[in-house]
């Protein structure tokens, strides 16, 4: 069974430009949750989709991240305009049923680096 | 108080040895728990969910105090291979949002 994939793996961008991401959950899982995860820290929930709706965007900073998961499966994860702050990893998980009950897939990661 | 947490090590301990980590949550209606292990530079992997009566898996138990709000993990006869962060995960609330811990650093020594 293929895993959950992202691309790319690594970026580096200047502050104020932007970013996206990209990422295809495992075939079936319904749930789709983007994280961000600071060096020493552990992930930070972004957004969680179920299906093509959003569950949870609490702690999106919606000012510059924004994300879109059409048609209910591949899901982008935009950055307009980055910060310093910003660098991180960025991990795609997905589930086949959301709510936390049920064990998470994660995908690589995209290493972001904002100069 | 953070809504989870952990000791961050790291914990430095010999091949053979047994090793425990806590992790306390503050929401009492949490729902479940869950231990990932995250390896250096990789993603998470989920190593066990946590039940009520507690469970075993191999080397590695976990438990659940819901009174006293922690959950714990053990591991028997350490392996240079279970070098890794042990991130403690709850959900609660309605939409059963995951709370992570920073994590705990573990290095196993020959």
């Known amino acids: 069974e293929a895993g959950v994939a992202q691309s790319p793996r690594y970026k580096i961008i200047e502050k104020r430009q932007s970013v996206a991401f990209w990422c295809n959950p495992i075939?079936?899982?319904?749930?789709l949750y983007w994280y961000q995860q600071i060096l020493g820290q552990g992930p930070k929930l972004l957004i969680q989709?179920?299906?093509?709706?959003?569950?949870?965007d609490s702690q999106l900073p919606k000012d510059r991240f924004s994300a879109e998961r059409l048609k209910g499966v591949d899901s982008t994860l935009k950055i307009q305009p980055a910060k310093l702050e910003d660098s991180a990893v960025y991990l795609c998980a997905s589930s086949l049923v959301g709510q936390g009950s049920y064990e998470q897939y994660f995908g690589p990661g995209t290493r972001l680096t904002v100069t | 108080r953070k809504e989870v947490e952990q000791d961050p090590g790291p914990f430095n301990v010999p091949e053979g040895a047994t090793v425990a980590f806590n992790c306390t949550y503050s929401?009492?209606?949490?729902?479940?728990f869950f231990w990932y292990r995250q390896d250096c530079r990789k993603e998470p992997k989920l190593l066990m969910s946590v039940y009520s009566s507690g469970n075993e898996d191999g080397r590695f138990t976990a438990q659940l105090n819901r009174a006293s709000q922690y959950i714990s993990l053990l591991i028997r006869d350490s392996k240079l291979s279970d070098s890794a962060t042990y991130l403690c995960v709850v959900s609660a609330g309605n939409n059963r949002k995951l709370i992570w811990g920073l994590g705990t650093s573990l290095a196993v020594n020959p």
């Open positions: 989709f179920q299906n093509n709706g959003v569950v949870d």
């Open positions: 929401n009492s209606a949490s729902q479940s």
């Open positions: 075939s079936g899982h319904a749930t």
